[in-house]
């Protein structure tokens, strides 16, 4: 079974837009770490945010918001006032207690274009 | 800041030739990983290490192998290539220790076997 799923495959916005990209994770740890990683066009992957299991505050940075909830198994992620410097390819991984090295679990990704 | 550095942003061999793909780190991180990103599947991990010459496989190990000799030092072998390893390469480093720390990245090598 997957354990993470990013449901869009592709979603197109134009600028200034809002978007929310969905997570869905799939665990039986209680204690577990949520991440959502940036693939601009240059393929290096950007560290954005860690959540572990036991904070369920949102969180924000900037035009960036995180929704963590337990109930849903989600751990969505909202662009306020998109821009084109926000297309690229989003993942969100997920690392669980019993994993070794702090594997990381991800999902296949959102493609984000933001039509100026 | 934190720098993962990959021998090669794009490389193009033949099926049966030996492959090398180097990558390392330089903030002293105890674990190490191999991934590869196809379209439509993600990332999938091929092998971890989480000290020197300590190596353990991933979901997808079959056709690879890896060493490290140093700490900072991971590289990623294809003992015989084959086209079906045609792929984009991610090399990833983080700190030992806790769980949850967070894996920084390389930019990737693009490999093509003809």
């Known amino acids: 079974a997957q354990k993470v799923t990013q449901a869009q495959t592709e979603i197109s916005v134009v600028e200034k837009e809002d978007v929310t990209l969905d997570c869905v994770y799939e665990t039986r740890d209680t204690t577990y770490y949520l991440f959502w990683y940036k693939q601009p066009p240059s393929g290096e992957l950007v560290f954005l945010i860690r959540?572990?299991?036991?904070?369920?505050q949102n969180e924000i940075s900037g035009r960036y918001s995180w929704n963590f909830q337990k109930s849903t198994s989600s751990f969505n992620f909202t662009i306020t006032a998109s821009q084109v410097v926000d297309s690229a390819v989003y993942f969100c991984a997920l690392s669980e207690k019993g994993t070794g090295a702090n594997n990381l679990f991800f999902g296949t990704g959102t493609r984000l274009t933001v039509i100026p | 800041d934190v720098k993962v550095t990959q021998s090669s942003r794009y490389l193009v061999k033949r099926t049966g030739e030996k492959v090398f793909l180097e990558c390392v780190q330089d903030?002293?991180?105890?674990?190490m990983f191999w991934y590869r990103q196809d379209p439509g599947l993600g990332l999938r991990l091929i092998y971890f290490s989480y000290d020197v010459k300590m190596k353990e496989k991933g979901d997808i190990p079959e056709g690879y192998s890896v060493s490290r000799e140093k700490k900072e030092r991971f590289s990623l072998i294809l003992e015989s290539a084959s086209t079906n390893q045609t792929s984009m390469y991610l090399c990833?480093?983080?700190?030992?220790?806790?769980?949850?720390?967070?894996?920084?990245f390389g930019p990737g090598t693009r490999l093509t076997v003809l």
């Open positions: 990833a480093s983080s700190l030992g220790g806790a769980r949850g720390n967070e894996q920084f």
């Open positions: 959540r572990n299991s036991f904070d369920e």
């Open positions: 903030m002293d991180h105890e674990n």
